[in-house]
C-alpha cells in the first residue's frame, strides 16, 4: 500500500539534528615528584668511614598484583532507545514468533514506519516514549496470555490487575486503584466549580436531550450514555462550548487522553459489568453533579475490589487498568458525572506528554486519510 501525500509531505517536516561536539575534558598538569636523600650511614664495622647505602629495592609484587592486569576501561553508557529502533525491535519480534502474535494489518505496518521520523522532527530522544512504542505495538499483537504478561515490569506482573486487556503501556510507577484527592489539583478544582458545572449540564440537556448515547458495546444495554465534550483528545467541531464556559476550562488545564471527556449518565437500577481498560498512562477524574442520597439507593463505582459511593460535588481519582464496574441501585434518580480520562502528569513529563499526543493525533489524522 502506497503512503498518501499528505502523509508523505507530513515526513519532509523531519529535519536531522544539529550535530553535537563534546566539549574536550579539562587537564592539569601533573604533581611534581620530590625525592628526599638518605642519610649516610655508617659501614657497621668501626672504621667509622660514612657510606652510601645503596637504594632500597622496591617490594616484590605478590602473585596476586602480577597476575592483575591494567583496569579496564569505563565502558561508554548504552545510547538511549530511539523510535526507529523501538518499531524495528517490536516488529522483528512479531514477525519471527507468528505462533505468539498476530501480523499487524498493512495499514498498521505503513503508520508505524513513518511515525519515527514524524518524531524525529518534532520531539528529542525520549526513551520511555519509545518504549511505550515498542510496547504497544507488542501488547495489541500478542495472541498469548502468558507472551503479554512477560512484556511488563515485575511491579506489574504481581498486581492484581487483568492484563490481558493491556494494550499500551508506558513504563511508569503502578498507581493505587484509587488515589487521593490532594494527589492532583483538578479534584479540588472540580469540586470548587460543581454549582456551576452542574448548571452547564442542564444547558446542555435542555438543548439537545437527545444527544446522549452509548460510546461502546459494553454500555449497550446498561444505562450508561455520555455526550463528549471531547474526542480523541481534541475539541468537536459541532459541540456548543458557549454553553459550557467552566467545564471547558476545567477541562482543557489537562492533558486529556484519547478516551472519554464529557457529561454521563447512569440510569436507575443499572450498572457497568466488571471491565478494565488498557492503558495505563492515563487516569481518570469523575465529578458527581446529582445522584440519590436515600439510604441503599447510593450509586458506587468498585475498583479491584474497592468500593467508593458517589456524593454531588465530590471528585473520585482513579486508575481504570483495574477491574472494575458500577452500580446505581436507585429505582427513581439517575447519576450524572463529568469523565474525563488525563494523561498521568504525575509521573510524566510534559515533553513525554505531548509526544504521546501527537502520536494518537497522527494516528487519527492517518486512518481518516486511509477512510477517506
Request: aromatic share 8%.
Amino acid at each position: 500500500m502506497q503512503p498518501s501525500p499528505l502523509l508523505l509531505l507530513l515526513l519532509l517536516l523531519a529535519l536531522p539534528a544539529a550535530p553535537f561536539l563534546p566539549k574536550p575534558p579539562s587537564c592539569r598538569p601533573p604533581a611534581e615528584l620530590g625525592a628526599k636523600r638518605r642519610p649516610a650511614a655508617k659501614s657497621g664495622k668501626g672504621f667509622g668511614a660514612p657510606v652510601t647505602a645503596p637504594p632500597a629495592a622496591p617490594p616484590a609484587a605478590s602473585k596476586k598484583a602480577r597476575k592483575k592486569g591494567p583496569p579496564a576501561p569505563p565502558q561508554p553508557p548504552s545510547p538511549p532507545l530511539s523510535y526507529s529502533s523501538a518499531v524495528s525491535s517490536a516488529l522483528s519480534q512479531i514477525s519471527s514468533s507468528p505462533n505468539l502474535y498476530s501480523a499487524p494489518s498493512p495499514p498498521t505496518l505503513q503508520f508505524f514506519e513513518l511515525l519515527p521520523a514524524l518524531l524525529d522532527s518534532r520531539f528529542p530522544p525520549l526513551p520511555r516514549v519509545a518504549e511505550f512504542l515498542r510496547l504497544h505495538l507488542l501488547l495489541s499483537h500478542a495472541s498469548d496470555p502468558g507472551e503479554k504478561a512477560g512484556l511488563l515490569p515485575p511491579e506489574y506482573k504481581r498486581s492484581p490487575r487483568p492484563l490481558q486487556d493491556l494494550h499500551a503501556f508506558f513504563p511508569l510507577p503502578p498507581p493505587p486503584p484509587f488515589l487521593p484527592n490532594s494527589a492532583h489539583p483538578i479534584a479540588a478544582a472540580l469540586e470548587a466549580a460543581a454549582p456551576a458545572i452542574r448548571a452547564e449540564f442542564a444547558a446542555l440537556r435542555a438543548h439537545d436531550p437527545g444527544a446522549f448515547r452509548p460510546l461502546t458495546n459494553l454500555n449497550e444495554g446498561c444505562g450508561w450514555s455520555t455526550l463528549l465534550t471531547h474526542e480523541n483528545g481534541a475539541r468537536r467541531p459541532s459541540f456548543p462550548y458557549r454553553l459550557v464556559p467552566s467545564t471547558l476550562a476545567l477541562l482543557e488545564s489537562l492533558p486529556i487522553a484519547g478516551r472519554i471527556a464529557g457529561f454521563s449518565r447512569q440510569a436507575p437500577l443499572s450498572g457497568i459489568p466488571p471491565h478494565s481498560d488498557g492503558n495505563n498512562a492515563w487516569l481518570t477524574v469523575q465529578l458527581c453533579l446529582s445522584c440519590a442520597t436515600a439510604e441503599g439507593e447510593v450509586p458506587y463505582i468498585e475498583n479491584c475490589g474497592e468500593r467508593r459511593y458517589y456524593r454531588p460535588g465530590e471528585a473520585l481519582l482513579y486508575d481504570t487498568t483495574y477491574e472494575h464496574h458500577t452500580r446505581n441501585p436507585s429505582p427513581t434518580e439517575e447519576r450524572v458525572v463529568l469523565h474525563v480520562d488525563f494523561w498521568n502528569e504525575l509521573e510524566m513529563t510534559r515533553g513525554e506528554i505531548e509526544a504521546c499526543q501527537y502520536v494518537y493525533e497522527m494516528r487519527g489524522k492517518f486512518e481518516a486519510a486511509e477512510a477517506g
